[in-house]
Each structure stands twice: as C-alpha cells, then as structure tokens.
C-alpha cells in the first residue's frame, strides 16, 4: 500500500480507537477527557500529539487500585476467555490481561504476518519450544500457525533433550525459540550428537530477547542449525507482536503499520525524532478489544527508517535493528524481564541480608546467566538463601536466579545513587561487551 493511503488508513483507525475509548470511563477515557481529545479533534496524524501517553507506571497504579486488572478493560471481565501476564515487572505483581475470542482472533493474525512474511507456509511443521504458562510469550504463534494451516508441535514441559528428539523424529521444518533457547538446544544437540545442520529445521522465529536482530548472534544461529532465522517482538501490553522480520532479512523488522501506529520520541523530552535517531517506541494499538491503548510508552530503543528499503515490497517502516535495549533499568534474561528495583523489593524484606548486588554473565559464551550475591549480618545463617531465591524466581514467571553469599564487605557501598547491577554478559558470538 502506498505511504499516503497506510497514513489516511491510521487515521481512519486512530479517530475509531479515540471514539471507543471515549465510551467508557477507565484510565484510558479520563486521560482523553483531561486533554479534551475527541475522534473529531484527529484532524491529521500529527494530532496524535494531543493525545497524553500512557505510562506502565500508570498501568500498575491502576492495577494495584482496582485488582486484579485495573481500570483499564473497556468490557465486563466475566465476557473474557482468557488470562495473562507480563513475564517481569518493576514491582511484585506483574500486569495482568484479559482477552476476548475477538481478541485472539486479532492476536494470532498478527503472528500470520510474521509466520507468513518469513515464508512460512501451510506444509510446514513448527515446534513451539515455549513453556506454555500464564506468561503470554508465544501463544499467539501457536494460534497463527492452526489459522495457516501447519501442524503445530507444542513443545510444553519437554526437557531440552525431549524437545530435540521430537524435532528430529517429527519433522519440524519451523522452530519457534529465544535466541538464548535456540543455542541451548544446539549445545545440547551436539551433547547428543544429533546434526542440526543435517535435520529438517529450515526456519528459526525468534523472539524474547534482542538478540534476534544481533547480527553476530544470528550468524550463529543459522550456522548451528542449518536454517534461517528471523526476529519478532511483541508486549503482553498488546497482546501480540507489532513488528516482524521478513524472509528479505532487510537487517531490521517491519512495523505491522495497519494495525499499529507507531511513534519515535526523545525519552527524555517527549518530542518526536527523525528516521534514523535512536529513541523511545510509543504505540498505539488499534486490533485488541478489551484493553484500548493509546500511545503507551514502551520503554524499548528503536532506530526507525523507511520501509522502502526493503526488497520485499512491504512499504511499512523497518526498525532496524529490532530493539535496541531499554529505556529503564530492565534487563532481559533468557526471554524473561528483570527489573532490578523489583529485586531489591524482594531483597530489602529480608533484614538478614546487609548488602546485595545483581550480577549477570554470560556462561559457556553461549547462555545468559543472573545470580544475586548477598553480604549476611550473620554469616552463619544461610538458610535464607533458598528462600530468597524461590520469591526471586516467584516474581519473574520462574526465572532460576541463583542466590549466592559472599564475604562481609566485599560488596561495594554507595553514598549517592547506588548501582548494584554488575552486567558482564557479551554478545553471543562475538565476545563482545553487551
């Protein structure tokens, strides 16, 4: 579609998503009522800008004033089918979501854009090597490959060893994995001397972790598995991915324009930036029904530049790169959020520990790693720290973060803003400082 009508499309779009929000009266409605924004105020796109943005902090408050979800559903509760949540968050509770038939119709559709674009067809036979919990992660690649016709293989709470063998023995032409999962399975593969290369695997999706779109990274992985990879990125915020890497391989993913608006900002000043500045994503998103969500701040680094780059004829924009990293202090460990603030929440209730600091790494080159060292008032009592880590692993959908205790003042003190995050992982692949 031509650049002109996509716009006069979002705008269509834009002014209708306005409208709905208006009709109920959540945190969505009193930011638009604050402002004075009504479907009509939308003259152009660049109205968006009247628009407050949406905040999680926002997101959480509500939710921790109204539990379970909030005050951000624009239908009843008792009309939803299903329940999830973000795998990390800055507190204790995670976000909560719900959604509708309606609304998984939308999600699963968005992943067919990806699926498809990466050339994915009906024949293919996709492994889903995701543990199918409350975390939203790749639900809505499941429900995309039923709706094109594949056999879906759910990989479940297979071992890594299990998930490998039913890859070989059943034929999976499509593996859907984080990077980090993905050079795990072929580590243990080479383990069991199973030839990846030699398999039937022709395409990896990815997504999870950043390192998708890091070319070192996905250099490897095509290298250990004799198959392309591509990357994708989504929010439980919204359900489903809003960006999505081609079988074109353009070096960056494409914006999935007709169902999202997205924008660029300054984090710092809120005002917009030209293609090919890094800044902060804010989205707007026009498919999900039970939650509006008009320009949310993602917290992610983009670099956004004209889709027209790309030889495969889409004319949606490419951020290139994927995501950058973060905004915030978060950090992402094998697919799963960590918010160090939140840690330090769990940590703080624990009067036994004096000083702590969260180390990350990367093990055998190949594999992220977290651990949380702990200096003990009484260095004796250790029982604390199996404890500690099962409510660390409780806020982060299971996450293992080991928890380890040093020597008395081995750790360092801070007089002014304390920084307890020691990440040394490298770029997988490379060596390379991450």
Same mark, same amino acid.
């Given at each position: 579609m031509p650049r002109p009508q996509i716009e006069a499309l979002q705008l269509v779009k834009l002014r209708a998503a306005v409208g709905w929000a208006l009709t109920g009266n959540g945190l969505q409605a009193e930011l638009l009522r604050s402002a004075g924004v009504t479907p009509n105020s939308l003259e152009s796109l660049a109205d968006i800008s009247k628009i407050p943005f949406l905040t999680r902090d926002a997101w959480m408050e509500s939710q921790c004033a109204a539990p379970p979800y909030g005050d951000l559903l624009a239908a009843p509760p008792e009309s939803a089918i299903r329940h999830h949540l973000t795998s990390g968050t800055t507190g204790r509770t995670p976000i909560r979501v719900l959604d509708s038939m309606k609304d998984w119709e939308w999600i699963a559709e968005m992943w067919c854009y990806a699926f498809w674009g990466f050339g994915v067809r009906p024949a293919d036979r996709v492994f889903v090597a995701f543990g199918y919990g409350s975390f939203? +992660?790749?639900? $809505?690649?499941?429900?995309?490959?039923?709706?094109? $016709?594949?056999? =879906?293989?759910?990989?479940?709470?297979?071992?890594?060893?299990?998930?490998? @063998?039913?890859? /070989?023995?059943? +034929?999976?032409? /499509? /593996?859907?994995?984080?990077p980090t999962y993905a050079l795990r399975l072929a580590q243990e593969a080479r383990r069991l001397g199973i030839d990846l290369p030699a398999g039937p695997v022709e395409r990896i999706v990815l997504s999870g972790e950043p390192a998708g779109s890091i070319p070192a990274t996905k250099r490897l992985l095509e290298s250990e598995w004799g198959a392309k990879a591509a990357d994708t990125a989504g929010m439980t915020e919204l359900g489903t991915i809003m960006m999505f890497e081609c079988a074109a391989q353009p070096g960056g993913t494409h914006v999935i324009e007709d169902h999202f608006l997205e924008e660029v900002i300054d984090p710092d000043t809120g005002s917009p930036v030209p293609y090919g500045?890094? &800044?902060?994503?804010? /989205?707007?998103?026009? &498919? *999900?029904?039970?939650?509006?969500?008009?320009? #949310?701040?993602?917290?992610?680094? =983009?670099?956004?530049?004209?889709?027209?780059?790309?030889?495969? &004829? *889409?004319?949606?924009?490419? #951020?290139? +790169?994927?995501?950058? +990293?973060?905004?915030?202090?978060m950090k992402?460990? @094998? &697919?799963?959020? =960590? #918010?160090? @603030?939140a840690i330090e929440a769990i940590v703080r209730e624990y009067p036994v520990v004096d000083e702590f600091q969260v180390h990350l790494y990367t093990a055998e080159g190949i594999r992220d790693e977290i651990e949380v060292l702990v200096e003990l008032t009484d260095p004796g009592d250790r029982k604390v720290l199996p404890e500690l880590a099962t409510e660390l692993a409780k806020a982060t959908e299971g996450l293992r973060i080991d928890v380890r205790a040093v020597e008395p003042g081995t750790l360092p003190r801070f007089e002014l803003k304390a920084r307890r995050v020691r990440d040394e992982r490298t770029v997988i692949g490379t060596g390379a400082p991450l």
């Open positions: 939203i +992660g790749f639900w $809505g690649a499941h429900y995309a490959c039923e709706k094109i $016709g594949c056999l =879906v293989l759910p990989g479940g709470s297979l071992t890594t060893e299990m998930r490998l @063998r039913q890859i /070989v023995e059943l +034929g999976a032409t /499509v /593996v859907c994995s984080t500045t890094l &800044g902060e994503r804010v /989205v707007t998103s026009f &498919g *999900r029904g039970f939650i509006p969500l008009l320009r #949310y701040r993602t917290g992610d680094l =983009v670099t956004r530049v004209p889709g027209s780059d790309c030889s495969c &004829g *889409r004319t949606w924009d490419i #951020y290139h +790169g994927g995501i950058h +990293g973060r905004v915030d202090d992402l460990v @094998r &697919g799963t959020n =960590v #918010y160090p @603030r």
